[in-house]
T-cell receptor
Framework: DAGVTQSPTHLIKTRGQHVTLRCSPI?????VSWYQQVLGQGPQFIFQ???????GRGNFPDRFSARQFPNYSSELNVNALLLGDSALYLC????????????FGEGSRLTVL | GQQVMQIPQYQHVQEGEDFTTYCNSS?????IQWYKQRPGGHPVFLIQ?????EVKKQKRLTFQFGEAKKNSSLHITATQTTDVGTYFC?????????FGGGTRLMVKP
């Protein structure tokens, strides 16, 4: 069975641009969460989506947005990129809404120049 | 908001030595999870603890959840080079999982 897949794996953007990151959860998983991991730190929670609705939001500015599609895949959008947005963006899927085991994808490494 | 702290930040050990990382939450948790992230990899789930005072073992790894459900520890007996990586605790209060900063374990063969 395929695990959580994310695309792209690496990308480079310049300040002010926007980026869209994509995630496909494990088949049967209805919850997708997004995390930002800055080098040397733990993952920071950005969003959780369950059944296509936002169910949780971390302490991130409105430049960050996300959505979940009917097939449970998800997109994370970041507008007006800042240098500080450079990080590994991790998508995690889980079976249900209440946090159980998270299955992480390999991540999308974003570099903002 | 909820904060989860981990100590130490780094630990160098000689292969065969034991290793312990500690996790403390600013709020009472409904459960705590532990993850391992190898260098260049993504976090991989190790275990979830739910009950106050719970102790679980996985081979050389022992996980504990404090009586007050605000702290936890991971102990590795007789480390091996395959144990290298960063160990994260993640506390669950409500729907949001808050990760600690991690303890990076380095093992000298």
């Amino acid at each position: 069975d395929a695990g959580v897949t994310q695309s792209p794996t690496h990308l480079i953007k310049t300040r002010g641009q926007h980026v869209t990151l994509r995630c496909s959860p494990i088949s049967g998983h209805k919850s997708v969460s997004w995390y930002q991991q800055v080098l040397g730190q733990g993952p920071q929670f950005i969003f959780q989506y369950y059944e296509k609705e936002e169910r949780g939001r971390g302490n991130f500015p409105d430049r960050f947005s996300a959505r979940q599609f009917p097939n449970y895949s998800s997109e994370l959008n970041v507008n007006a990129l800042l240098l500080g947005d450079s990080a590994l963006y991790l998508c995690a899927s889980s079976l249900g809404l209440v946090s159980g085991e998270l299955f992480f994808g390999e991540g999308s490494r974003l570099t903002v120049l | 908001g909820q904060q989860v702290m981990q100590i130490p930040q780094y630990q160098h050990v000689q292969e065969g030595e034991d290793f312990t990382t500690y996790c403390n939450s600013s709020t009472t948790l409904s459960n705590i999870q532990w993850y391992k992230q190898r260098p260049g990899g993504h976090p991989v789930f190790l275990i979830q603890l739910v009950k106050s005072g719970e102790v679980k073992k996985q081979k050389r790894l022992t996980f504990q959840f404090g009586e007050a459900k605000k702290n936890s520890s991971l102990h590795i007996t007789a480390t091996q080079t395959t144990d290298v990586g960063t160990y994260f605790c993640a506390g669950n209060a409500g729907n949001m999982l808050t990760f600690g900063g991690g303890t990076r374990l380095m093992v000298k063969p």
